[in-house]
């Protein structure tokens, strides 16, 4: 029989998490965490409801509660506590494009990273008064576009 090598880990992550966000554009690491904002939010409001509170609130209190909710998810996403924003990463960016040319590519297209500019430089001609003009004259041909000829000025 042969032996099995049980030295080679199968299910190693291939990188770390802050390896793995590196390479991803913001736009989708905001709405990664704009979703789980969203989703803790609503889950504290349900949680807060089901608390059975006897007495009636005002609509000032309401108010500052939605805000003091808002503050407590946004804390929980900036902590990365839930994990699920690497669940929806995972789907509307997957792990296959997270490199560093996909990356460029993202950045290029956004024109975020600045393209090299083409100068464009004739050897004979330094300034613009030094370039030999030509005018175009038409003689009276009868037909359109011929008997045009160039002379130097």
């Keep these: 029989m042969s032996e099995i ?3 080679i ?3 190693t992550p291939i990188s770390n998490k802050s390896e793995n966000k590196k390479y991803i554009p913001k736009p989708y690491l905001d709405a990664a965490q704009g979703m789980e904002k969203q ?3 609503l889950m504290i409001d349900e949680m807060r409801k089901t608390s059975g509170s006897s007495e009636p609130t005002s609509t000032g209190m309401d108010y500052y509660m939605d805000l003091q ?3 407590r998810s946004k804390a929980m996403v900036n902590r990365n506590q ?3 924003q690497d669940l929806i990463l995972d789907r509307i960016y997957p792990e296959n494009k997270r490199n560093p040319y996909a990356y460029n590519a993202y950045l290029q297209q956004t024109n975020q990273i600045s393209r090299p500019k ?3 430089q004739n050897a004979h001609v330094n300034r613009r ?3 030999e003009l030509y005018q175009v004259s038409k003689k009276n041909s009868g037909s359109i576009g011929l008997g045009q000829e160039a002379h130097h000025e």
């Design 5 to 7: 090598n049980n030295s």
């Design 9 to 11: 880990p199968v299910n």
């Design 39 to 41: 989703f803790i939010k």
């Design 69 to 71: 909710n808002e503050e």
């Design 82 to 84: 839930v994990g699920l």
């Design 118 to 120: 083409v100068e464009m």
């Design 129 to 131: 008064n030094e370039a």
